[in-house]
């Protein structure tokens, strides 16, 4: 099938927004297409990735740095609560 310009991926680049992107702040996605957002977090605890309002990626404990990931459609509200080094998404 021919791609769609809402078809994730399409016409979309991996953007590096750590420095526009908190812990514990709801942002909404507005781009008008479905976006990917790769969180890594660090240290110990939990961490979880919600996509509005349900926990749709989850780590807990240890002190192993992993990469919790979401696809997040347009208009949807994505937050992420945790400590991370590097927030990307593809947008």
Do not use: C
């Amino acid at each position: 099938a021919e791609a769609q310009a809402y078809d994730l991926g399409v016409g979309q680049t991996w953007q590096d927004v750590t420095a526009s992107r908190s812990a514990g702040v709801t942002y909404t996605n507005t781009t008008g297409k479905p976006i990917l957002v790769q969180v890594f977090e660090q240290g110990n605890g939990v961490k979880y990735l919600t996509v509005d309002g349900m926990i749709v990626n989850k780590k807990v404990g240890d002190n192993n740095d992993n990469t919790l990931t979401a696809i997040v459609p347009n208009g949807s509200t994505y937050y992420f609560s945790g400590v991370f080094t590097t927030w990307a998404e593809l947008r």
